[in-house]
């Protein structure tokens, strides 16, 4: 099978191929991975190879809905059984896990062919894919900028059609920022809705849960089919789908109000670009009879950040110490964001830590009271088009002030020199949209609809009420009827 020939159809429509003994799980894998080597010494997208394992799945009796697909999995909480999750880390980079998440067995239980593990930063902390582990991982669009984050890698893979579709998970924007970044779907499920377990609970507090991205709205929908639904692991029970994702993308949604809000959240600039997009998608969305109004929920963005890194920092401490755990790794394993943002966690008084917890419940009511007059909120995905790799990299003198506290373990003083605000106003104002969704727990996509005057893609955003995957896959759809984008194809 010829790559134009594979890249012509999307994970539903390769599944369809080899049903029907068009093509075979194998051609399919050869497919996938010569497309790999050719491109990523430029994308550096994928991590970990299993080319050997896969070939031999394919090459033995599948089923299920996506048999024969080839499929790629984050490099983060998504374990494949004796093969090593670094997590972007280099503490972890030899460490094999000793079970297959469910997330994963659900996608091989499928039929997913799992060849591989797609790149992402160090433990996920940034919405930028740059880790010292395998270099940075570069936008199939323009390989001078980046592909976002953390999900950066699956969505790379994605665009430069390796794959038709990628694990991916989302905590703080991980599945839409590289969606909107690389023109790419990608919808974050609500809270409960997928599995994280058997090794955890949930993660992040119920925040960061797990997905996939893609090129079409239906591998989304029919994938989110097969992922969803409770584990024995999981503290919630949610509330079957009334009918299958797969059916409702086949229909058009009933008109929906939606509010439109574009400034940044935190009051930080937003390029003209990304205002273009959202007013564009308001425009097109209008055009299909829907209601579009300027309204946003009366959340105080920069205490929904404040929130958010404060749980986020503690995090990273206690994935740190447990990766020191496992390992016996020393500090330089590291990278120095990374032990920042440990250490910074680390000096946080447990009282605030509550209070930090306890506040996601007053973002909580401030988007329900949105959503009793809307249907949607309506976003740019991102604050600007992708920018350049490097750019949101701690600066020289910064690092060398960090290098210094750390080792004279002052990290407390993190906060008189201003390093803690200076991290979070460099890595949240080209992304300041999206944490709302991960701390309500409300499902969010991202729609590929818009490309800037220079080609790049720039994705919208709409988050919807608790169980809105549905709708907010059938409004995809529409869209994507309107506006195809899957043909587009980056200069690669």
Request: hydrophobic residues 40%; without cysteine; aromatic residues 4%.
């Given at each position: 099978m010829s790559w134009e020939d594979y890249r012509g159809h999307d994970a539903v429509g390769l599944a369809a191929l080899v049903a029907g003994g068009e093509v075979s799980p194998a051609e399919l894998l050869d497919a996938a991975v010569a497309r790999a080597d050719a491109v990523e010494p430029t994308t550096n997208a994928i991590r970990y190879r299993m080319d050997d394992a896969a070939r031999a799945r394919a090459g033995g009796p599948l089923s299920g809905p996506f048999a024969g697909v080839p499929f790629l999995v984050k490099d983060l909480a998504q374990h494949v059984a004796g093969v090593p999750t670094a997590s972007g880390s280099r503490a972890l980079a030899g460490y094999p896990r000793p079970e297959t998440s469910t997330v994963v067995r659900r996608w091989?239980?499928?039929?997913?062919?799992?060849?591989?593990r797609t790149a992402t930063p160090e433990f996920g902390a940034r919405a930028v894919t740059e880790p010292v582990l395998g270099g940075p991982t570069r936008?199939?669009?323009?390989?001078?900028?980046?592909?976002?984050?953390?999900?950066?890698?699956?969505?790379?893979?994605?665009?430069?059609?390796?794959?038709p579709a990628a694990?991916?998970?989302?905590?703080?924007?991980?599945?839409?920022i590289p969606a909107a970044a690389c023109g790419l779907f990608g919808l974050k499920p609500g809270?409960?809705?997928?599995?994280?377990?058997?090794d955890?609970?949930?993660?992040?507090?119920?925040?960061?849960?797990?997905?996939v991205l893609s090129r079409t709205v239906r591998d989304s929908a029919?994938?989110?089919?097969?992922?969803?639904?409770?584990?024995?692991?999981?503290?919630?029970?949610v509330r079957p789908f009334e009918r299958p994702c797969a059916e409702a993308v086949r229909e058009d949604p009933a008109p929906l109000r939606i509010g439109l809000a574009t400034a940044s959240?935190?009051?930080?600039?937003?390029?003209?670009?990304?205002?273009?997009?959202?007013?564009?998608?308001?425009?097109?969305?209008?055009?299909l009879g829907h209601v579009v109004e300027e309204s946003a929920p009366a959340v105080d963005g920069r205490a929904l950040a404040t929130d958010f890194l404060t749980t986020w920092f503690a995090m990273i401490a206690a994935q740190v110490d447990s990766a020191r755990t496992l390992t016996g790794c020393a500090d330089d394993a590291f990278e120095i964001e990374t032990r920042v943002m440990a250490a910074i966690g680390r000096a946080t008084p447990a009282p605030r830590y509550l209070a930090a917890l306890a506040g996601r419940q007053e973002h909580t009511r401030a988007l329900a009271a949105f959503h009793e007059r809307y249907d949607l909120l309506l976003t740019p995905t991102l604050a600007r088009p992708p920018w350049p790799t490097g750019e949101l990299s701690l600066p020289t003198p910064a690092r060398l002030g960090a290098q210094a506290l750390l080792r004279a373990r002052?990290?407390?003083?993190?906060?008189?020199l201003g390093l803690v605000e200076g991290l979070v106003d460099a890595n949240f104002a080209p992304v300041p949209y999206t944490q709302l969704a991960n701390l309500t727990g409300r499902p969010a996509s991202s729609v590929p609809l818009y490309r800037t005057a220079d080609g790049l893609p720039l994705g919208v955003q709409f988050v919807g009420r608790p169980g809105a995957e549905p709708q907010l896959l059938a409004l995809a759809a529409q869209l994507e009827r309107a506006r195809p984008w899957a043909h587009l194809r980056p200069p690669l």
């Open positions: 091989t239980d499928a039929g997913l062919v799992v060849f591989g936008n199939p669009w323009d390989p001078s900028r980046t592909p976002g984050g953390s999900s950066g890698g699956s969505a790379a893979a994605v665009a430069a059609g390796i794959v694990g991916a998970s989302d905590g703080g924007g991980s599945i839409r809270r409960g809705v997928t599995p994280s377990g058997p955890v609970a949930e993660g992040f507090h119920g925040a960061s849960v797990q997905g029919a994938l989110l089919d097969v992922m969803a639904g409770p584990e024995p692991e999981g503290p919630y029970v959240p935190l009051g930080t600039a937003v390029d003209p670009e990304a205002v273009a997009a959202a007013r564009d998608a308001a425009d097109l969305l209008t055009s002052a990290s407390g003083l993190f906060g008189r």
